[in-house]
Every structure is written in structure tokens, then in C-alpha cells.
């Protein structure tokens, strides 16, 4: 079992930046690999990011391909998410996902456990 807690969300002009964090519970998070996705209101889960368990495979949506960066520090048990270049439609509750195998994807139905998420509010 793992547990996920997202912070670092918050309000933001277009063109800023912002880092997301997602603390795990759990000593094994380094056997897991982890996700980002968003949902804007009246609009379903999106993918945005995901990354190995070891962090040596990156994959990106194309929408944030070159602004966003996932990484992740497993002494830490944290996954991040670097956002520059901040547009409004990347307003959304940002979640965290994981999941206990080494490679990661794209799919909610991919991930088995989640976030509670945090709101991204970008302002043109």
C-alpha cells in the first residue's frame, strides 16, 4: 500500500513557473513508478508525465512536451513536476499516480494508486 500526498499548487501568471512535489508513503516507492495527470473542470483525467521506477524512462503528453520535466528523488520517496511556461489551459487539479512496476503509463486504468491532487491555477 502507498500512500500519496501532492503539494505545491497554487496561482500563477502565464509564462510563470511552478514545481508540484508528491510525497510516498511506503519503503518500497523505488519499485514504483509514478505518473502525473490533470483534469480541468467538466473535462477527464489527462495524462501529463510519467517516469520509471528508477527514473530512467521519461514520457511526456505532447501538450507539455519542452515546458513540463517529471523527476523524482527515492531517498526522498517524492516525485516531481517542473512547469514552465505556464498557459492557462494548463489550469487543473494536478494527481499523482503510482503503481508497484517498474514501467510506468499512460492510462489512468494504468495506476492503482492516487493523490488527492492539487488545483493549478494559470492566469492570462
Known amino acids: 500500500q502507498v500512500q500519496l500526498v501532492e503539494s505545491g499548487g497554487g496561482l500563477v501568471q502565464a509564462g510563470g513557473s511552478l514545481r508540484l512535489s508528491c510525497a510516498a508513503s511506503?519503503?518500497?516507492?523505488?519499485?514504483?513508478?509514478a505518473g502525473w495527470f490533470r483534469q480541468a473542470p467538466g473535462k477527464e483525467r489527462e495524462f501529463v508525465a510519467a517516469?520509471?521506477?528508477?527514473?530512467?524512462?521519461?514520457y511526456y503528453a505532447d501538450s507539455v512536451k519542452g515546458r513540463f520535466t517529471i523527476s523524482r528523488d527515492n531517498a526522498k520517496n517524492t516525485v516531481y513536476l517542473q512547469m514552465n511556461s505556464l498557459k492557462p489551459e494548463d489550469t487543473a487539479v494536478y494527481y499523482c499516480?503510482?503503481?508497484?512496476?517498474?514501467?510506468?503509463?499512460?492510462?489512468?486504468?494504468?495506476?492503482?494508486?492516487w493523490g488527492q491532487g492539487t488545483q493549478v491555477t494559470v492566469s492570462s
Open positions: 511506503g519503503r518500497t516507492f523505488s519499485s514504483y513508478a
Open positions: 517516469i520509471s521506477a528508477s527514473g530512467g524512462a521519461l
Open positions: 499516480a503510482s503503481r508497484p512496476v517498474y514501467y510506468s503509463g499512460s492510462y489512468v486504468s494504468d495506476y492503482d494508486y
